[in-house]
C-alpha cells in the first residue's frame, strides 16, 4: 500500500473528476490520501472529500502566496477540525515568487504553528527560497512540540539535519525524478531513509514521464521507483519503510 501524504484533489483541474482520480489511484496500489488546504475554502473541501472516503484525510491552512488575503481570525477554522483532519498546512514562507510580502507570510506562518499547538495535530510546511527565515521562525516556536512533513524538501543537507533533529519527516516529489536534478539525488541519497516520505503534489509537479501534463496521485509510483533505485532497495522494502516512516508523524493512516 502506497500513500500520497500531499495532493490538491480539491483544487482544479483534478477537483471536477477526485472520485475518478482517486480510483485510477488505487488501481496501482495508492490507497491512501492527504488532500492539502491552502486557504480556508480549500481546507474546508479537503475536509469535506476526506469525510466521504475511510482512506482520505485532509490538512488545513494557509499556503505562504494567500497569507496577504486571508487571515486565521475571520474564518471558523475550528469547524474544519474533524477525526479525519490529521495536520496543519500546507503552510510555510515562499520568497522565491514572494506573492505575499515576507512580514505578512511570517506572521500567517506563525499564526499556523499556533493552530497546530492548539489542537496537536503535526505541521505540513512549504518552503522555498526562505530556509534561514524557516529555521529561526521553527525554533523560536518550538516546533519540536508538533513535529511534521516537509512538503516536496528542496533545501540542503545541513538543513535537513536540523529539521529531522526536530522530529520532522522529509517528503520528496516528481522533481526527483528528472534528468538535471543531480543535486536533489544527491541529497536524497545521503538522507537516512528513516526520515524519508514521499508525494506527488498533484496537480503540480507531474515526475518525469507525465511532464507537461496534469499531476495525478497514480504518478506516486514512478516517484517510488525512482526513490527504490536512489536508495538501492527493492520497490517492496521502500513501501514497508515508508509507511512505518508516516506512522510516526501519522499514526491514524497506517492501519494495523
Not at 21 to 34: D, P, S
Not at 68 to 79: G, H, L, V
Not at 88 to 96: H, K, V
Not at 219 to 231: F, R, V
Amino acid at each position: 500500500m502506497w500513500i500520497d501524504l500531499h495532493t490538491h484533489l480539491n483544487h482544479d483541474p483534478l477537483y471536477e473528476n477526485w472520485r475518478e482520480i482517486y480510483k485510477k489511484a488505487r488501481k496501482v496500489g495508492v490507497k491512501e490520501l492527504i488532500v492539502v488546504g491552502f486557504d480556508f475554502e480549500s481546507s474546508k473541501t479537503a475536509v469535506e472529500i476526506s469525510l466521504l472516503e475511510d482512506d482520505i484525510f485532509a490538512s488545513i491552512g494557509i499556503h505562504p502566496h494567500d497569507a496577504d488575503s486571508i487571515n486565521y481570525k475571520d474564518f471558523p477554522w475550528e469547524s474544519l477540525i474533524t477525526s479525519k483532519t490529521i495536520a496543519i498546512g500546507e503552510i510555510g514562507l515562499d520568497y522565491y515568487k514572494q506573492y505575499s510580502p515576507k512580514e505578512k507570510q511570517i506572521e500567517i506562518f506563525r499564526e499556523g504553528i499556533n493552530l497546530a499547538k492548539k489542537y496537536n495535530l503535526p505541521l505540513i510546511i512549504h518552503c522555498r527560497d526562505a530556509y534561514q527565515d524557516l529555521i529561526k521562525i521553527l525554533k523560536e516556536e518550538k516546533v519540536w512540540e508538533v513535529k511534521g512533513v516537509m512538503h516536496s524538501f528542496s533545501g540542503s543537507y545541513e538543513i535537513a539535519k536540523i529539521l529531522v533533529d526536530w522530529g520532522f519527516l522529509l517528503s520528496f516529489s516528481g522533481p526527483i525524478t528528472y534528468p538535471n536534478a543531480h543535486r536533489l539525488r544527491e541529497l536524497v541519497s545521503k538522507i537516512p531513509l528513516d526520515f524519508i516520505v514521499i508525494e506527488t503534489d498533484s496537480p503540480y509537479l507531474s515526475p518525469q514521464s507525465q511532464r507537461g501534463k496534469v499531476n495525478e496521485p497514480s504518478n506516486l509510483i514512478e516517484i517510488a521507483q525512482k526513490l527504490a533505485e536512489i536508495k538501492n532497495i527493492s520497490l517492496e522494502e521502500l513501501e514497508v519503510r515508508i509507511q512505518k516512516n508516516i506512522k510516526k508523524i501519522f499514526p491514524k493512516i497506517i492501519k494495523e
